[in-house]
């Protein structure tokens, strides 16, 4: 049965706007849904019903019904936990910060919390938001809703799981290579990455500082349209956020793509692409040029390129931004250290998982003396080239389209002995993340096993308005049923 | 062909406490990722400008307004020890140097 907890938070904001359900109800419907299927999926880490609910009976008690409210207003929410919040246990999917409770929020749940957002909890993700299926949790992998034996994707694999499982409406994710847009494919929901800069880091736990972003998962783009409206904007926390006036994103949404520029990524469709992926994203390219779109085929010449040059510079960055967890000032100590370099040592050696410490490791090789010019230096310049890359394509088009992931979910244990194998899930998504665009993956079809298609439209810096614009009217021509069969039975 | 590399040197340069298995297996694995990594150069001209962040900010500044910050107490919650309002640390100097 379909419950409140399924259905968009535009159609539930305006309901609650007229009156025809409370905020607490909505509250009711998301936190039983919890009840009934997260100890299958296990998409959180922490839940917070109180704050919840408290929550949701001040907006009850303060907002007369009719009033104009923002679209976020009672809207159940979780949160990767990676994004700060205060008072409220942070993990970063990692033994290191097992009992971290921050003294502060980051600037994405100030905003959201300002606008009337109800926290149902934070969300299992890859240890500080590293891999691409959600395996290297040091709590537990969390199980895709379509399959439970399946992986969500990752690294934001909670946060998306979440949204398909109906646990929540709309989460928000981080999005360093692929992490908000590969789970979102993975899980059958709506995953946007933000320009860079657009959404505020601060109170993001750093990965890679000139990679990371803040991002949405919903179950429709008019959704991460209006999740994106409140999470733009300028803050001076954070020295790389950018100039941008605030906006409604849901302008526009509904003008279609008639004579919109689109451009096929031939890399996209090469070998190592599943059949299925492949062909469901053809389709909608054809219903793409059927609803009036001029398409053409266009080439990302250095994506493989790309690949390799982000396992140089996300690595590096966090081989030095992961340099804090040193056992002093927060987090895990291990007990025993002979001196404080040993302490620091034995510390790190015990609180991190093999996927960090596989990273640490190679960015601090990338970074030492030798090393640097023919690792970290050839990597950025690498980085250049994608970014002429894009800059060709967007000359001639509006949009890209590729598949999102090569692949759909594929099984818990299948890939974690093989890093490469791993790596390789996210060859389509890294190239935006190195040239700062924004991407969206929405859902395309399924492929023969019944598991979602995740399709990938990119724009240039700053062509959210457009990016959205098409994705809806593809969105809304496809018309896709995106239940996943867990619930049949909820 | 795989990249060679030095473990104990790069662990400890990273302050990595590692076993014996995690070396071995760290060693084969971060070859092979190098050596794909390493295919950056065939790319990377001279010719070709570094990038480090795709958007290029500089100088960025707030106005120059004091804000209230984190109190003590909060910044020090979650110190694995205190006292005395500052965090404790093994003995980092001899006492009688």
Redo the contacts between chains.
Sequence with gaps: MTELCDRTATELAGKLRAGEITAVELAESSLARVEAVDDRVAAFLTKTPQVALERAAELDAYLPTGAPQSNVAGIPLALKDVLTTNGIRTTAGSKMLETYVPPYDCTAWTRLSGAGSVLIGKTNCDEFAMGSSNENSAYGPVHNPWDLDAVPGGSSGGSAAAVAAGEVVWSLGTDTGGSVRQPAALCGVVGLKPTYGLVSRYGLIAFASSLDTVGTFTRSTRDAAALLSVLAGKDHRDATSLEEAPRDYTEGLDEGVSGLRVGVVAEGFGPGVQTDVAGSVRAAVERLASLGAEVGEVTLPHTDYGLSAYYLIAPSEASSNLARYDGVRFGYRAEGGTDVEDMMSRTRGAGFGPEVKRRIMLGTYSLSAGYYDAYYGQAQKVRTLIIRDYDAAFANYDVLVSPTSPTTAFKIGERTDDPMAMYLSDVFTIPANLAGVPAISIPSGFDAAGLPIGLQFTAPVLGESTLLRAAHALETDLGLDLRPPLLAGV | MPVE?D?DH??K??????SED?KQR?RT??G???E??????????DD????????P?SN?L??DVPEPS??HA??M?????AEGGR?K????VDSDA
């Design positions: 590399i473990i790069v662990a340069l990273a302050r990595l406490a590692l995690e760290l694995q971060l092979l990722i190098l794909h990594a390493a295919k950056v150069g065939e790319v990377a001209a070709v400008e570094p990038t480090a962040y795709a958007i900010r960025v707030r106005p984190i109190p909060a910044a919650q979650n110190a694995p020890e965090f640390v093994v003995r980092i």
